[in-house]
């Protein structure tokens, strides 16, 4: 299953549905649309169904730098955390 993303905007900040895998091969586009829609964007993970290290240190970057979250998995925030552990 490949990536797909949805824009759609509440009024005041643009949201990007994420489904399917963030995978490494994926970040490049990602991190295009994040460009186009700065500053207000919010990331909704609700169908993301697989991460790989390179998505978990990548969505960690987008949060460090006041991306919203939504619906991200506890998986996905525990991992996000042991890789924030090792930066150290």
């Known amino acids: 299953m490949m990536l797909r ?3 759609r905007s509440d009024g005041q900040r643009t949201i990007l549905r994420l ?6 091969e994926h970040l490049e586009e990602l991190t295009a649309h994040i460009g186009r829609n700065r500053p207000a964007i ?3 993970l609700e169908d993301v169904t697989l991460v ?5 240190r ?3 970057v987008c949060e460090a730098e006041g991306i ?3 619906h991200c998995a506890p998986y996905i925030r525990e991992w996000m955390g042991r ?3 090792r930066g150290e």
């Not at 489904?19 to 490494?24: E, F, H, L, N």
């Not at 790989?52 to 978990?56: G, H, K, R, T």
């Open 5 to 7: 993303i949805e824009e």
């Open 19 to 24: 489904s399917g895998r963030i995978q490494s």
């Open 42 to 44: 919010v990331l909704d």
């Open 52 to 56: 790989d290290v390179a998505a978990v």
């Open 58 to 60: 990548f969505l960690s």
């Open 68 to 70: 919203d979250l939504l």
């Open 83 to 85: 890789e924030r552990g």
